[in-house]
């Protein structure tokens, strides 16, 4: 799994062990929605502060 983190188009470095931390958080949770296949390819989060 490969993860890019950005803060105001800034990337951010991340090693291995975040990465999977990251992936695994954002992929459990995305899983658990209904009418997601397992078989998805990518998944894109965009956060903007208010």
Do not use: C, Y
Not at 18 to 33: D, F, H, P, T
């Amino acid at each position: 799994m490969k993860i890019e983190l950005s803060v105001d188009d800034r990337k951010i470095p991340t090693n291995e062990f975040i990465q999977r931390i990251l992936g695994n958080v954002v992929k459990a949770m995305v899983e658990s929605l209904h009418n997601i296949d397992d078989e998805w390819k990518e998944i894109s989060i965009k956060v903007e502060k208010e």
